[in-house]
Each structure stands twice: as C-alpha cells, then as structure tokens.
Nanobody, 114 residues
Framework: QVQLVESGGGLVQAGGSLRLSCAASGSIFSLYAMAWYRQAPGKQRELVAVITRGGNKNYADSVKGRFTISRDNAKNTVYLQMNSLKPEDTAVYYC????????WGQGAQVSVSS
C-alpha cells in the first residue's frame, strides 16, 4: 500500500516563501521519478515540477526560477521550495510518482495573499 503525505503548506504574503515536503511510504520512492502537482479552485490539476531518480529536474514555465524540487532518497521524501510566491500560486499542492498507479494524498494548501 502506497501512501503519500504532503506537509508544509500555509498562508503567506506575496513575495514570501514556503517549503513543502512529501513523505512516501512503500517501495515506490526509489523506483520512480517524483513530481509535484497543484490544483487551484475551479481549475484542473497541473504539473508543477518533476525530479527523476537521478536528480534531473523539470519545471512548469510558470514556476521556473522561483520553485526548486529536490529529493532525499534516504528519507523517501521529496521537497518543493517555493520562493517569490504570487497570488496565482494559491492552490492545493500534491506529490505523486504516477497518478495512474498511485492514489493522491490529502495535499497541502498554499494560500498567497496580495
């Protein structure tokens, strides 16, 4: 049984920073790339950042230069450092390795005020 638990969300002013964490149970972490997604109210879930098993990273254009994804394989944890936050970053943030195969966690609410 795979479980993904996101944490670190909160309310922050525009220009501020937050760091999200996602702890993955089970054996998936070492086998898969990990990704962060987000879903804003009334919008579809979108891919934010991906990190491969080897550490290669890719970002959505909307967060490039502001967000950094990282992983700690020893801790089965993936992180998302979010700097220079904007109101449009407000969303529930989720991590996953493969949404087709694994269930979503509860997500972490990030709210950015202007």
């Amino acid at each position: 049984q795979v479980q993904l638990v996101e944490s670190g969300g909160g309310l922050v002013q525009a220009g501020g920073s937050l760091r999200l964490s996602c702890a993955a149970s089970g054996s998936i972490f070492s086998l898969y790339a990990m990704a962060w997604y987000r879903q804003a109210p009334g919008k579809q879930r979108e891919l934010v950042a991906v990190i491969t098993r080897g550490g290669n990273k890719n970002y959505a254009d909307s967060v490039k230069g502001r967000f950094t994804i990282s992983r700690d394989n020893a801790k089965n944890t993936v992180y998302l450092q979010m700097n220079s936050l904007k109101p449009e970053d407000t969303a529930v943030y989720y991590c996953n390795a493969d949404p087709v195969l694994f269930p979503w966690g509860q997500g972490a609410q990030v709210s950015v005020s202007s």
